[in-house]
C-alpha cells in the first residue's frame, strides 16, 4: 500500500499571503494525484486531479505542482473561506485502496 | 445538478449491522465508479470500499475486508454498504463518491451519515 505523508500537519499563515502545503508519496504515483478541501461539517470538495488540473469551478489562486514522489498545493494570495483542511490522495497503483494523506490544516495567523 | 444523499446511519450495538444507502442523481449513475469512504471524529479520510460501473469489480480497505459488502443497483440509481460484525472502530461519518468514468479520483462527495458503534 502506498503511505501519503502531509506536511505541516497544521500551517498558520495571514489572508492575503501565500500557502505551501506539501505531500510525498512513499512510491511514484506520477502524476495520479488528487487535492481536496474539507471545511468543519462539509464534505471534502475536489480541488485538483492530475496534480495539477484544477477541477471544475476552482479558483485560479489554488495550484498544484509536482509527480513521482512529491507534490505541492499552493494557494496564491489566501482568502478567509480558504482556511480549511487539506487532502492529497492517490489513485496510482491498482487495485485499490487509494489512500489519502493525513490532512494539513490551514489556519488564520 | 449532480446529487448524492446517504441514508442508513444511526446508532448500532459492537457485533450490530447497519445499511447504508446513497441515492444518486443529476448523472447517469450506471456509467460511474461509486466509492465509500469514512470519516472518524476529529480523523482523516479512510478509503473503504470501490465497485465498477457494471458491479463486476468490487475492493475493500483492509480494515473491512470480510466485514462489509459494497453493492448497486443501476436501475435505482443507489449505491450500498452492508456493515456487518460492527467495532468502535467503525464510528465514522460515512461518504458515498462518485468517481470518473475510468474510476480515479473522487469529483462529487455526498455530505455523509454517521454510524456510531457504542454499547
Known amino acids: 500500500e502506498i503511505v501519503m505523508t502531509q506536511s505541516p500537519a497544521t500551517l498558520s499563515v495571514s489572508p492575503g499571503e501565500r500557502a505551501t502545503l506539501s505531500c510525498r508519496a512513499s512510491q511514484s504515483v506520477s502524476s495520479n494525484l488528487a487535492w481536496y478541501q474539507q471545511k468543519p461539517g462539509q464534505a471534502p470538495r475536489l480541488l485538483i486531479y492530475?496534480?495539477?488540473t484544477r477541477a471544475t469551478g476552482i479558483p485560479a489562486r489554488f495550484s498544484g505542482s509536482g509527480s513521482g514522489t512529491e507534490f505541492t498545493l499552493t494557494i496564491s494570495s489566501l482568502q478567509s473561506e480558504d482556511f480549511a483542511v487539506y487532502y492529497c490522495?492517490?489513485?496510482?497503483?491498482?487495485?485499490?485502496?487509494?489512500?489519502f494523506g493525513q490532512g494539513t490544516k490551514l489556519e488564520i495567523k | 445538478q449532480v446529487q448524492l444523499v446517504e441514508s442508513g446511519g444511526g446508532l448500532v450495538k459492537p457485533g450490530g449491522s447497519l445499511r447504508l444507502s446513497c441515492a444518486a442523481s443529476g448523472f447517469t449513475f450506471s456509467d460511474y465508479y461509486m466509492s465509500w469512504i469514512r470519516q472518524a471524529p476529529g480523523k482523516g479520510l479512510e478509503w473503504v470500499s470501490y465497485i465498477s460501473s457494471s458491479g463486476s469489480t468490487i475492493y475493500y480497505a483492509d480494515s473491512v475486508k470480510g466485514r462489509f459488502t459494497i453493492s448497486r443497483d443501476n436501475a435505482k440509481n443507489s449505491l450500498y454498504l452492508q456493515m456487518n460484525s460492527l467495532r468502535a472502530e467503525d464510528t465514522a461519518v460515512y461518504y458515498c463518491?462518485?468517481?470518473?468514468?475510468?474510476?480515479?479520483?473522487?469529483?462529487?462527495w455526498g455530505q455523509g451519515t454517521l454510524v456510531t458503534v457504542s454499547s
Open positions: 492530475g496534480a495539477s
Open positions: 463518491a462518485r468517481s470518473t468514468t475510468y474510476g480515479d479520483y473522487l469529483v462529487y
Open positions: 490522495q492517490q489513485y496510482n497503483n491498482w487495485p485499490p485502496p487509494y489512500t
